[in-house]
């Protein structure tokens, strides 16, 4: 049973950066894919990012391609989210996740965590 914590949102005005971290604890977290998704109010989870298991490899939704930047550190078993150039249409609940395998579809990750709010303004 693997447990994810993440933290780092907030309010940031339209053009600003954040950086989302994610804890990870209760399992191998070299074993594990970690990706990023966001949730704002009545739309489906979205796929933002995810990095394999040695941090080698990288994959991004379209809609953060070459604004964010997903990175991990398998010695602290964290990941990380560094989002510059913000829009307002950022704004949502952001969630970290592990998955076995590296896929960009909700459904397929096994672990989720509590989320973490980011709210830009325009």
């Known amino acids: 049973q693997v447990q994810l914590v993440e933290s780092g949102g907030g309010l940031v005005q339209a053009g600003g950066s954040l950086r989302l971290s994610c804890a990870a604890s209760?399992?191998?977290?070299?074993?594990?894919?970690l990706g990023w998704f966001r949730q704002a109010p009545g739309q489906e989870r979205e796929f933002v990012a995810a990095?394999?298991?040695?941090?080698?490899?990288?994959y991004y939704g379209d809609s953060v391609k070459g604004r964010f930047t997903i990175s991990r550190d398998n010695a602290k078993s964290s990941v990380f989210l560094q989002m510059n150039s913000l829009k307002f249409e950022d704004t949502a609940v952001y969630y970290c996740?592990?998955?076995?395998?590296?896929?960009?579809?909700?459904?397929?990750?096994?672990?989720w965590g509590q989320g973490t709010q980011v709210t830009v303004s325009s």
């Open positions: 996740a592990a998955a076995r395998s590296i896929v960009t579809v909700a459904t397929r990750y096994d672990y």
């Open positions: 209760g399992g191998t977290f070299t074993t594990y894919v």
């Open positions: 990095v394999s298991w040695s941090g080698g490899m990288t």
